[in-house]
């Protein structure tokens, strides 16, 4: 039990003439962490109020912040930990606060505590957004989310340290056009056409060209143009990768393959296929011709979007728990915590170790005492 002192003097009219006017307690349900696991923790606050004869005020002292919450920043720490990071849902959820601990946790209050942790480390949320649109790097990729049975997105725009998830009801290129609009790095990305007209240096993911090229290969196995194609660009990227296995992403040690691009490209140029299959290939080639080897003249671009794909795999699994149960301001409550975490994740932080001590990313020195 936590019983406040007496204050000293009225702090309207600083007369020391109070009298006790009152007193009641608050229960905070929280829980206690330690080396052999987790136990209930209950801790009841009393509050006095006073009132000053003199001039007639009414006030009180006590932790007033307890009045706010019934349930601690432990139990909050918890709550989202399961969610975001071990993907239990919130009925589930329920189900084990009240077996382990005795605590009848409805998932209206559950949902709750979501808003509040938002609104909790929002401070983190908008630290990791800065950092994003102020780097070097961003990959970007989409995916497709139901809330309430209405099709909606889900965006995914990541660095190699930083996550950041928007929810959108369209996929229309104003959502990525807005977030990116003053971003002046690499932006690494699918060939979704939304991505084209951003102001940024581009890089095209190879990764996802070369899937889409060997899905025309077993297409049609006995072009013989559409398998030339696909030879010579990937001679041509097989000595790329050679040299960023062997010295990294450094333009130093890439820039000598531009040469091997241009030989690429004036021969790709010159030649006239006769399937619609070649053609088509060219064509893509030829369009994207400043966008798949930018990578060349930027230190540490890569040349996939295996961040983003990442992240995104990261959302599927938590849209696997939520299903379309959510509702819009629930997925953006989800995905502004999942962006914490996934930023967690790539910076090899504790996530439950930063939600029981700190605010801001950057702060966070390591696993939390007890």
Request: a positive charge; hydrophobic letters at 35%; glycine letters at 6%.
């Amino acid at each position: 039990m936590i019983v406040p002192s007496r204050p000293r003097k009225c702090p309207t009219c600083n007369s020391a003439r109070i009298s006790l006017n009152g007193r009641h307690h608050r229960l905070l349900f929280d829980i206690r962490f330690s080396e052999g696991g987790l136990r209930r923790w209950i801790t009841k606050y009393v509050v006095d109020h006073y009132k000053c004869p003199g001039c007639g005020v009414s006030f009180s002292s006590g932790p007033r912040q307890v009045k706010r919450h019934r349930y601690g920043d432990n139990i909050l720490a918890y709550v989202v930990y399961s969610i975001v990071e071990l993907r239990i849902s919130q009925y589930k959820l329920a189900k084990i606060m009240h077996k382990l601990f005795g605590y009848s946790l409805v998932q209206q209050e559950i949902s709750r505590m979501m808003q509040r942790a938002v609104e909790t480390y929002l401070d983190a949320y908008e630290e990791i957004k800065q950092r994003l649109l102020n780097g070097k790097l961003i990959h970007a990729d989409e995916t497709h989310v139901s809330v309430r049975g209405k099709d909606s997105y889900v965006w995914v725009f990541a660095s190699m340290e930083e996550v950041i998830y928007i929810w959108s009801e369209t996929r229309e290129r104003h959502v990525a056009a807005e977030f990116l609009e003053n971003f002046k790095g690499v932006l690494v990305s699918d060939f979704y056409s939304v991505y084209d007209s951003l102001d940024c240096p581009q890089q095209k993911c190879l990764v996802h060209l070369m899937r889409d090229l060997n899905d025309d290969i077993h297409r049609e196995p006995f072009n013989v143009e559409i398998k030339e194609i696909v030879h010579e660009f990937g001679d041509l990227l097989e000595r790329i990768i050679d040299t960023i296995d062997g010295s990294g992403l450094k333009t130093h040690f890439l820039r000598k393959h531009k040469i091997a691009v241009t030989r690429f490209y004036d021969a790709l140029l010159l030649r006239k296929y006769d399937t619609e299959l070649a053609q088509k290939v060219q064509r893509r080639f030829i369009k994207n011709r400043y966008k798949l080897f930018t990578f060349l003249d930027y230190d540490n671009a890569p040349w996939n979007n295996n961040n983003a794909e990442h992240a995104v795999k990261s959302f599927a699994d938590l849209r696997n728990v939520i299903g379309g149960r959510t509702t819009e301001s629930g997925i953006q409550y989800y995905l502004i915590l999942l962006g914490i975490y996934q930023t967690c994740v790539y910076r090899e932080m504790d996530f439950l170790g930063f939600l029981r001590g700190e605010k801001k990313i950057d702060a966070y020195g390591g696993e939390q005492s007890r």
